[in-house]
């Protein structure tokens, strides 16, 4: 982490450096939001969770990092590309894993995107080796009364929010999306109604996919990329989107930005393994106290 | 029956004879195969049933981590260490367990529960990583020769520990299976309602189940311990040991006595395998190639290649009967 609190760095107040805490909490959980909305999405449509879905963003990073940094193609070029990349392996991933097992019982999909993760992981080390490669782009830090705010991490926070605002109105305003709104609430009917399920799926693991690719562009600008750094998001995001209640899109929101404040502040009170262990816990105690999601009638 | 015995027998025989015989590298193999065989039958105690854990990697962690600890700090011996570590993984299993079947979370939300239960063990274990020496990993202090210490520098001593412990767990599993315990928990598994209407107590024998697995994983993990003598977060506990241990016991075969010990041995014999093969040359070849099987896996085989072989014995009868070993 590039851009972590330096408490040397002013002399103001201590409850400066938690506010800047809470600032970059509120930053990293845009990213963390667009995620659940993505993992949330698949599962709400196709009714599997995806364990490898941080393994996806983990390939949209190396993506930006060789296409970026090794062959010199501007950012945005990159990053629409990786975008692009990692939504045709969405629909790859559906029509190779998925699409088999869909007839299975559920545990069984978990593991099978299991050993997507594992794969993943494995060919990750095997192709790029296990150094940890930054894409090179330095972006300044700004100071906003006494704050220090990475400028990384909030145009993350504001292209995720696009993102997410460009979901929402893809869903509620087109035709498909509708389709797709459709098919999550009655899998059985909407065959009826003339609605491809197939395709459906199809189009669904594809937007999925275009999501990671997006949060794989934003989180190669503050974070190192190496095999293993699904591991870090991964099990944060199925914890998100349990607790929004899976499926729930608006539920996934909110729980990124819970899930992330209570990452930041206790890294800022204790440590990050410790805020880490913090989050779990109270996932743990949340899914007994409401155990379809915080938002559950 | 009397057949199914004497194979049983000269199988024994067999194992109990390999030491003597078999070199040093697939002593280590073999010791390795009987000890995760034992770790993945006791994930299958609950696998089978339903109870997709993906949280053993927290009682594996509490149980080598703790007798690994008191025996470096306080100089307690393993002895007393392993039980008090599947103490407190029993309590653990109590604590997830009984909230989980209370409340019925189950399928995917069982899943993730266990799943952030072993996230929180292994991260506290890195957390804590002035006594447990975080993500570098800890040894145990060194006592040569000792009973006292557990802990033996030749190979055929482990082994015979291992060989005992591993059948114990396979006599857990038919103990489980002769009790009444076992038609309640398919009961359960089929219809919990029609079981809880005729007077089983679901809640009782679902715990009891996780408890009994979650020591047994514990015991594993201690030995896991005492045998390598190192011990890392990341290969005890957490998100990818929990998988392997799911991944090996479905590859087996779950639902059969013998199955995840057969998990062991093909997801092992692979591993090494093809590292042999590959070398140190391309690092992550082996997993990759693991990591497609498994997915096939998954998708060809759900019920484990023993399960397969069993469902075409079952489609020919007159073919061989069901494999013994």
């Known amino acids: ?71 010199g193609w501007p950012l945005a070029l990159a990053s629409v590309a990786a975008i692009a990349g990692v939504a045709l392996f969405g629909v790859l991933v559906h029509l190779l ?96 109604m003339g609605v491809d399920q197939r395709r459906i799926y199809l189009i669904t693991s594809a937007i999925g996919g275009a999501l990671a690719g997006l949060a794989a562009c934003l989180l190669a600008l503050q974070y190192d990329v190496h095999p293993f750094i699904g591991n870090t998001f991964g099990p944060l995001i199925f914890m998100i989107c349990v607790l929004g209640g899976l499926g729930n899109m608006l539920g996934g929101f909110i729980a990124a930005f819970i899930i ?38 | 029956m009397t057949a199914r015995i004497a194979a049983a027998i000269a199988g024994l025989a067999i194992l109990a004879a390999l030491p003597s015989v078999v070199p040093t590298y697939f002593l280590h193999l073999l010791i390795q195969i009987l000890l995760w065989g034992f770790i993945y039958t006791a994930w299958s105690l609950m696998g089978r049933f339903g109870f997709v854990s993906l949280g053993h990697g927290a009682f594996m962690g509490v149980g080598a981590y703790v007798p690994a600890l008191l025996w470096n700090y306080e100089g307690v011996t393993p002895w007393l260490g392993i039980p008090l570590g599947m103490l407190l993984s029993a309590l653990l299993a109590l604590v997830i367990g009984y909230p989980c079947f209370r409340l019925k979370v189950v399928g995917h939300y069982f899943a993730l529960v266990t799943l952030a239960l072993s996230q929180v063990v292994m991260l506290v274990i890195v957390a804590a990583r002035d006594v447990t020496g975080g993500s570098l990993g800890m040894t145990q202090k060194l006592a040569g020769h000792s009973w006292y210490a557990l802990q033996f520098p030749e190979k055929g001593y482990f082994y015979g520990i291992v060989l005992v412990v591993w059948l114990g767990g396979l006599a857990v599993w038919q103990w489980l299976d002769r009790g009444i315990g076992r038609e309640a928990l398919e009961a359960i598994s089929e219809d919990e309602e029609g079981a809880a209407s005729i007077g089983i107590s679901i809640l009782r024998e679902k715990l009891r189940v996780t408890v009994v697995s979650a020591v047994l994983t514990a015991l594993g993990g201690a030995l896991y311990g005492q045998y390598l003598m190192y011990l890392n977060p990341e290969s005890v506990s957490g998100i990818s040991v929990s998988l392997q241990i799911v991944f090996a016991a479905i590859a087996g075969g ?50 484990g290649i023993l399960g397969l072989i069993e469902a075409i014995g079952a489609r020919r009868p007159r073919a061989t009967a069901a494999p013994a070993e």
């Open chain 1, 1 to 71: 982490m590039n851009s972590s609190a330096n408490p040397t760095w002013g002399s103001s107040a201590v409850d400066l450096f938690l506010v800047e805490a809470m600032v970059d909490g509120l930053l990293l959980g845009g990213v963390l939001a667009l995620l659940a909305l993505g993992l949330n999405l698949i599962f709400g449509v196709i009714d599997v969770v995806w364990i490898a879905y941080a393994d996806l963003v983990m390939c949209g990073m190396y993506m930006v990092y060789w296409l970026h940094a090794y062959y």
């Open chain 1, 97 to 192: 894993i998925i699409a088999p097992v869909l007839g299975s019982a559920p545990i069984n999909q978990l593991l099978a995107t299991g050993g997507l993760l594992y794969f993943l992981q494995s060919f990750a080390t095997l192709l790029f080796g296990t150094d940890f490669r930054n894409v090179g782009v330095r972006l300044p830090v700004i100071e906003v009364g006494g704050i220090y705010v990475s400028y990384a991490r909030l145009i993350a926070f504001v292209a995720a929010l696009l993102g997410a605002i460009a979901l929402y109105l893809f869903l509620r305003r087109s035709y498909l999306g509708t389709a797709i709104r459709a098919i999550s609430q009655d899998r059985e009917i909407m065959g009826l």
């Open chain 1, 260 to 297: 992330s404040q209570i990452i930041s502040i206790g890294g800022y009170y204790f440590s990050t393994e410790f805020s880490y262990v913090l989050a779990f816990t109270l996932f743990i105690v949340l899914m007994f106290a409401r155990p379809r999601g915080i938002l559950a009638r």
């Open chain 2, 254 to 303: 779950m639902y059969t006595l013998l199955g995840p010990t057969v998990g062991a041995l093909l997801t092992l014999s692979l591993t090494e395998g093809l590292r042999v093969y590959f070398g140190t040359h391309f690092i992550g070849a082996a997993n990759t190639i693991y990591g497609i099987l498994l997915i096939l896996f998954i998708i060809f085989m759900p019920r």
